[in-house]
């Protein structure tokens, strides 16, 4: 019951994190189109190193479904959900070398960059055109930038949650 709890807990703060996110006018400091900061993956982060790999896919995925029923439709649910899938699967592999070969760090740049290419993905497959892959190089590059401010403000969390060892399931 504890871990349910919690878990609708964390895709509420994912919800609100989306939500928040798209009224900061980022394309004003960054002109790039479709770039957001992905904030919501700071509670897939944590999902994936407090608790468990099922509880960051099912954070992930109704998150995804959620806040495109809320704020987007059908064709931002087929993009949420590859960016989505691809961060997701790579960081679970990258979280295997986990302070062996990859820190925080780039576990979350990795994720920000397999987003993008999901994203584009999704989006040649949608176009049935595969020129939309020249905008690769700009989006791994903003990617690689937001994956490196969501592990800080992840790695920084994560240290308030161990030194008051706030979430325990058990």
Not at 43 to 65: E, G, K
Not at 132 to 144: D, K, Q, W
Request: glycine share 8%.
């Amino acid at each position: 019951m504890k871990k349910l709890t919690l878990n609708s807990l964390l895709i509420s703060l994912a919800l609100v994190l989306a939500f928040v996110e798209r009224f900061i006018p980022l394309n004003l400091i960054v002109p790039v189109p479709g770039i957001k900061l992905g904030l919501a993956n700071i509670v897939t982060m944590f999902a994936l190193f407090q608790l468990d790999i099922p509880s960051a896919i099912t954070i992930t995925v109704l998150r995804c479904v959620l806040a495109s029923l809320l704020f987007g439709g059908m064709s931002s649910l087929f993009y949420s959900l590859s960016g989505a899938f691809f961060a997701l699967v790579i960081m679970i592999l990258l979280k295997f070398g986990y302070e062996k070969v990859f820190s925080l760090v780039g576990i979350s740049m990795g994720g920000a960059a397999a987003h993008n290419t999901g994203q584009l993905v999704a989006a040649s497959l949608m176009m049935k055109n595969t020129a939309i892959f020249a905008y690769m190089p700009v989006l791994l590059v903003t990617g690689l930038a937001t994956g490196l401010l969501t592990a800080i403000i992840s790695m920084n969390l994560f240290k308030v949650f161990e030194k008051n060892n706030r979430v325990k399931l058990e």
